[in-house]
């Protein structure tokens, strides 16, 4: 018990947390140590039930029980895959990242919680060397990756058993965990890894030091494939050609683009190799395509119809100039949505800003055009100078949009969708409104 109580004591955490709690022993155990060794963070439970399994609906009660008895808040998704033959797991994985962003935004918390651990952490190694891949990362999950957590990455399933039944807890068994024919990661915990162990009982061991040496390379390389990709976009030729692919996986990675291949990559670089051939593109599916134009690069996506929901949504191409700003609607963009919405219980963070008082509307919103102008410390820039100081890539900068008051100053530029400039009209030192601006990048 010592060690959970110094791993979970030496964590950085934020003052509201969301725990994803199936009801096992992994992550019964995250919540309990949290519960008794960092009482000054608040606590929320999330839990899925996927109804693959008769004991589903006990495993959301004794969850529920479990965050009664704690006082926490609880929340649950019923999602019935069933009746699903085939692509269960990624389904699932789907729906409960999903859920987890929604639990996030609704209680303001700032990080999700996971009881994945070091056994984990090896199955999932060896799964990623066996489907592959040449561009696909082998390093296994990382102990933070954006707003998700995994406290119990160093730890072992054994010192995770022998801690909770010193801790006298009670979990929830998975029977189907036992079933090498259930899923790929049962087969490779309950056969081929004890097989590998048998040639050498420190194989877990070294699988994790491969992770760790890849993960540090790859950290190199991207590092370096950064410090490439504002001359790269501009001028591919600027940099060295051993570097192309580092700054293509860049592009594709800014781009939301998950699924590229190592033959793709080559096909366009045979392509920027064609100097005779000034343009052309590369397809890579799902809409997808690397384009050239000249010495100039990018990736893009074809226009794709705007998700129905039941709320309101506005697209901003649908509309002829600026767009007025209502409460608690979505605008749809290229590939994120944006909305004006009370800022009750909403962190300001990198997906929210807080308006100033003064600021409570109209406010209006639009595309911005490479000439358009704003105020700067001792004077005016237009947002095409804005760009390129902000090093905002070229096939992002079409995506610019300006934020204005009544008055139509530009109080602030949403770059590239991503982040904010605020000009000299944006109002300095005024206590936050009663309402705030949220974004957020949609998933392809």
């Known amino acids: 018990m010592n060690k959970i109580q110094q791993t979970i004591q030496s964590v950085s955490l934020p003052r509201r947390v969301v725990v994803a709690c199936s009801g096992g022993l992994d992550s019964t155990l995250l919540l309990e140590a949290l519960c008794r060794f960092r009482p000054e963070v608040q606590v929320t439970v999330a839990h899925v039930n996927y109804c693959l399994r008769s004991e589903s609906t006990g495993d959301a009660d004794f969850v529920r029980r479990l965050a009664e008895r704690h006082g926490l808040s609880f929340y649950d998704r019923v999602a019935d895959l069933s009746k699903m033959e085939t692509g269960v797991e990624e389904k699932a994985r789907q729906i409960r990242y999903r859920f987890f962003d929604d639990v996030l935004s609704e209680t303001g918390s700032a990080a999700v919680l996971l009881g994945q651990h070091r056994d984990d952490q090896v199955e999932t190694i060896l799964l990623q060397l066996i489907r592959g891949g040449a561009w696909q990362n082998k390093s296994g999950m990382a102990a933070e990756s954006g707003r998700y957590r995994r406290p119990f990455l160093t730890l072992s399933k054994k010192e995770l058993l022998a801690a909770a039944k010193e801790m006298g807890l009670a979990w929830r068994e998975d029977q189907t965990n036992q079933d090498p024919h259930y899923t790929k990661r049962n087969q490779l915990r309950q056969v081929i890894i004890p097989a590998l162990q048998e040639m050498n009982a420190r194989f877990p061991e070294h699988l994790l030091e491969l992770g760790t040496q890849m993960a540090e390379q790859q950290a190199l390389i991207q590092g370096q494939a950064v410090r490439y990709y504002a001359d790269f976009v501009q001028d591919y030729r ?181 982040r904010w400039y605020f000009t000299q009209d944006w109002p300095k030192g005024q206590p936050n409104g009663k309402h705030c601006l949220v974004w957020r990048i949609e998933e392809n």
């Open 238 to 418: 600027s940099v060295p050609d051993e570097w192309w692919p580092a700054c293509l996986k860049e592009m594709a990675t800014r781009a939301g683009y998950y699924r590229l291949k190592k033959e793709q990559i080559d096909q366009f670089c045979q392509l920027l190799h064609h100097r005779p051939r000034p343009n052309g593109r590369i397809d890579l599916g799902d809409g997808y395509f690397f384009e050239k134009t000249y010495y100039e690069i990018a990736l893009k996506k074809k226009e794709t119809t705007a998700p129905v929901s039941n709320k309101k949504m506005v697209k901003v191409s649908q509309q002829n100039g600026p767009l007025v700003l209502e409460l608690d609607q979505w605008y749809f963009f290229t590939d994120s949505m944006l909305k004006l919405q009370s800022n009750a219980f909403l962190p300001v963070n990198d997906q929210c800003i807080a308006l100033p008082k003064q600021l409570d509307g109209p406010l209006s919103i639009c595309l911005a055009s490479k000439g358009d102008r704003l105020s700067i410390p001792n004077g005016h820039k237009t947002v095409r100078r804005l760009q390129i100081d902000e090093k905002i890539p070229v096939e992002d900068r079409a995506k610019t949009l300006l934020l204005k008051d009544q008055q139509e100053n530009i109080l602030a530029v949403f770059l590239g969708q991503k």
